[in-house]
């Protein structure tokens, strides 16, 4: 059972580059969303979504796309990365409300240069 | 949007001892989660715990949903133990949006 699988790990971009972070979960879950974290910061949501064909923003969107084809799938596009786009992604789901437990990927480090 | 409060930010312990991990909220909630953060980077849950008591092992979580707290318990710590400890709370009007507190950075030394 793979839970939630993201790819790549790591990833250093330049300034103006683009690129997706692929997210899959194989559990079923309804909810998706992406965080990121700065160092010494918590976790702060980027998009979420709440089933297939349904995303809206979180606290920090700007300079992020998101869409939501399948119930499995949640990529994160970065149109055009700035050096403030430095940070570690995360990608979550949960089965949905009340029983919203959440369950993360392992993580994906991503430096602008 | 929903305030998170958690305190201390920092906690240095002897292997041993005890702890108590406290996470404010500024509105009602129907979903609270503990996670730990491992040196590693990776997000452990911990408790799903939107009111009442949970134990598992040496840690337990009380969350007081009335007065709008959640504290975690670790008891007779261990050197695994450290990393950091973070609170997130959604609120049932804004389904699928978990707020994080900045976490405890927890240390335990051997």
């Known amino acids: 059972n793979a839970g939630v699988t993201q790819t790549p790990k790591f990833q250093v971009l330049k300034t103006g580059q683009s690129m997706t972070l692929q997210c899959a979960q194989d559990?079923?879950?309804?909810?998706m969303s992406w965080y990121r974290q700065d160092p010494g910061m918590g976790l702060r949501l980027i998009h979420y979504?709440?089933?297939?064909?349904?995303?809206d923003q979180g606290e920090v969107p700007n300079g992020y796309n998101v869409s939501r084809s399948t119930t499995e799938d949640f990529p994160l596009r970065l149109l055009s990365a700035a050096p403030s786009q430095t940070s570690v992604y995360f990608c979550?789901?949960?089965?949905?409300?009340?029983?919203?437990?959440?369950?993360f990927g392992e993580g994906s480090r991503l430096t602008v240069l | 949007g929903i305030q998170v409060e958690q305190s201390p930010p920092d906690l240095i312990l002897q292997e041993g001892a005890n702890s108590t991990l406290r996470c404010n909220f500024s509105?009602?909630?129907?979903?609270l989660q503990w996670f730990h953060q491992n040196p590693w980077g990776q997000l452990i849950n911990l408790f799903y715990?939107?009111?009442g008591t949970k134990q598992n092992g040496r840690l337990s979580a009380t969350t007081v949903a009335t007065e709008r707290y959640s504290l975690l318990y670790i008891s007779s710590s261990q050197t695994t133990d450290s990393g950091v400890y973070f609170c997130?709370?959604?609120?049932?009007?804004?389904?699928?949006?978990?707020?994080f507190g900045d976490g405890t950075t927890l240390t335990v030394k051997p």
């Open positions: 997130a709370v959604e609120r049932i009007t804004n389904a699928g949006k978990s707020t």
């Open positions: 979550a789901s949960s089965y949905g409300p009340d029983t919203g437990e959440l369950f």
């Open positions: 979504s709440v089933g297939a064909g349904i995303t």
């Open positions: 509105d009602s909630v129907n979903n």
């Open positions: 715990i939107p009111s």
């Open positions: 559990m079923n879950h309804e909810y």
